[in-house]
Antibody
Framework: EVQLLESGGGLVQPGGSLRLSCAAS????????MNWVRQAPGKGLEWVSV????????HYADSVKGRFTISRDNSKNTLYLQMNSLRAEDTAVYYC???????????????WGQGTLVTVSS | DIQMTQSPSSLSASVGDRVTITCRAS??????LAWYQQKPGKVPKLLIY???TLQSGVPSRFSGSGSGTDFTLTISSLQPEDVATYYC?????????FGGGTKVEIK
């Protein structure tokens, strides 16, 4: 059974930093692309970032480009999101989500974690 | 970048009604379109990918169609457990934005 467990959320001041982690199990982590998706309170889903299975290819939403960095450690089956220069509008539940199919072909995410809440406020 | 627009933003229908949600891409995306269902307080669930392929375990009352820029999600007979917000997402290339969502309620 696929399990994705996010951690690292919390309260941070504007301009601060936070690193989210997503521990994966139940599948061969190193062969799947992974995503971060966020959802502000009462709002819709916003795709944040994606990383290839090897970690060599990354993409970001314009809203976080230059501030957030996605990475992964395949030896630890863990996905990360380093968030710097945080703003109030980054307040959201952050989900990690696994690509439906292994490899490089385009596919959506099928398995999602339960999410971790990030609150940016002074 | 390609934008995804959903309509309507909300709808109310009776149990047993046929419900249709529309998603439009600002440029052609072939059939690289997914639909998600998010029930209140729950994690999003993949319903349909490749515009019309049902994810394993999804009830057959859900169907998807379309290609290029215009797509639809249809619930053939609305059930109480279908109360949720539905999102489309393109995934042919990055960035891969979601549509704004359609909230479905029971009348």
């Amino acid at each position: 059974e696929v399990q994705l467990l996010e951690s690292g959320g919390g309260l941070v001041q504007p301009g601060g930093s936070l690193r989210l982690s997503c521990a994966a199990s139940g599948f061969t982590f190193s062969t799947y692309g992974m995503n971060w998706v966020r959802q502000a309170p009462g709002k819709g889903l916003e795709w944040v970032s994606v990383i290839s299975d090897s970690g060599s290819i990354t993409h970001y939403a314009d809203s976080v480009k230059g501030r957030f960095t996605i990475s992964r450690d395949n030896s630890k089956n863990t996905l990360y999101l380093q968030m710097n220069s945080l703003r109030a509008e980054d307040t959201a539940v952050y989900y990690c989500a696994k690509k439906r199919v292994a490899g490089g072909s385009p596919h959506p995410a099928d398995d999602w974690g339960q999410g971790t809440l990030v609150t940016v406020s002074s | 970048d390609i934008q995804m627009t959903q309509s309507p933003s909300s709808l109310s229908a009776s149990v047993g009604d046929r419900v249709t949600i529309t998603c439009r891409a600002s440029q052609g995306i072939s059939n690289y379109l997914a639909w998600y269902q998010q029930k209140p307080g729950k994690v999003p669930k993949l319903l349909i990918y490749a515009a019309s392929t049902l994810q394993s375990g999804v009830p057959s009352r859900f169907s998807g169609s379309g290609s290029g820029t215009d797509f639809t999600l249809t619930i053939s007979s609305l059930q109480p457990e279908d109360v949720a917000t539905y999102y489309c997402q393109k995934y042919n290339s990055d960035p891969r934005p979601f549509g704004g969502g359609t909230k479905v309620e029971i009348k």
